[in-house]
């Protein structure tokens, strides 16, 4: 299967500092990537979707100026937490689609960041 | 209408047994369905997915059971295992909502060894 690599897996930061999280697709082009939240024992909640070239577009009550996405080439997405505070600390997981339309996600192992 | 709704919360059981989780949708819209497998600390991992076309497939111990009319569709584990245990979800993907993919709650299945 495709593989798709998130980095850095943990991050621990101290609060009013920025984090960014990488998601890259390894050995396929991604045109469109998604970047979820889970907090312990729940469901994926997609933050944002991202689409290389354009701006992200961001589900209802997910602050862009928060949680900055960009999708700068076809293997490469970043997520720029910005000024993190402790409720931001969650886990955070990337994933991209081969090709258009419906079909397979593959996910990045997630990034855990812990906001002191 | 985007929902999937994911039953049970959790389940337990013995090794070897069956195990089997439940999802519904709405939107007639969706024309993808995967389940997912996650373990803690991890990303999910694609398990086995299933188009409309079909109500049923296989591969290896796990076998996806599609009701289109009914808007349903259900995962079996084989012989379960010790090694199954995690949380698996459900969902669903179509062309209305831009093609996300929509989650169920998720399943926290325990195989007792």
């Known amino acids: 299967g495709a593989v798709v690599s998130q980095h850095p897996s943990r991050v621990i930061c101290k609060s009013g500092t920025s984090v960014k999280i990488e998601c890259r697709s390894l050995d396929f082009q991604a045109t469109t990537m998604f970047w979820y939240r889970q907090f312990p024992k729940k469901s994926l909640m997609l933050m944002a979707t991202?689409?290389?070239?354009?701006?992200?577009?961001?589900e209802q009550g997910v602050e862009k100026d928060k949680f900055l996405i960009n999708h700068a080439s076809l293997t490469l997405s970043t997520l720029t937490v910005t000024s993190a505070h402790p409720e931001d600390s969650s886990f955070y997981i990337c994933?991209?689609?081969?090709?258009?339309?419906?079909?397979?996600?593959?996910f990045g192992e997630g990034s855990r960041l812990t906001v002191l | 209408q985007q929902q999937v709704k994911q039953s049970p919360q959790s389940l337990i059981v013995q090794k070897g047994g069956i195990s089997i989780i439940n999802c519904a949708y709405e939107?007639?819209?969706?024309?993808?369905f995967p389940w997912y497998q996650q373990f803690p600390g991890k990303g999910p991992a694609l398990l086995i997915a299933?188009?409309?076309?079909?109500s049923e497939k296989k591969e290896g111990r796990f076998t996806i059971s599609f009701n289109k009319s009914a808007k349903q569709f259900s995962l079996h584990i084989m012989d379960s295992q010790p090694g199954d245990s995690a949380t698996y979800f459900c969902a669903a993907s179509g062309f209305t909502g831009g093609f996300k993919t929509i989650f169920g709650a998720g399943t926290r299945l325990f195989v007792k060894a």
């Open positions: 299933i188009r409309p076309d079909v």
């Open positions: 994933s991209a689609r081969r090709g258009r339309g419906t079909g397979e996600l593959f």
């Open positions: 991202s689409n290389e070239g354009s701006k992200a577009t961001y």
């Open positions: 939107n007639t819209a969706f024309d993808y």
